[in-house]
């Protein structure tokens, strides 16, 4: 229970401490809240604030380029659509992983090397009689 509350209170901290980041707010239309941080990292490093003019002309630029690149791919795509895409490109670094003999060895052999720590971490974690306790259990394993 303590530690519920522990990791409460220091993420409460966290949130009033550190701000949101800039780049997130300005991605999701929060240019005033993204001018604000800017703001606020700067006066805290003891860095000259940037004029407000050039940050948001900064912000708007960003914008108009993401648009563009929308309209490049043809209008406004359903979520789904965007889905699809980033499962093909995922799969295309898959592909690009194993395209090469030598790349294809060393992906394999990752992949192993995990499988076999793993087991091996589990199967020595859960097979030891250290206590008949299973939450001490697991926090040790």
Known sequence: MASVYISHVMNTYMNRVFPESPRWLASTGQDERAL?????IAKTNGKEVPKRSDVISILESCHKHDTQEEEQD????????????????????????????????????????????????????????????PYLLVALG
């Open 36 to 40: 604000e941080a800017i703001q606020k």
């Open 74 to 133: 043809g209008n406004v795509k359903s979520s789904s659509a965007r889905v699809r895409q980033k499962a093909g490109e995922i799969l295309m670094s898959f592909k690009c992983l194993l395209s090469t003999r030598e790349g294809c060895k060393r992906t394999l052999t990752i992949w192993a090397l995990f499988v076999i720590v793993a087991f091996v971490y589990y199967g020595f974690a859960f097979s030891t009689n250290l206590t008949s306790d």
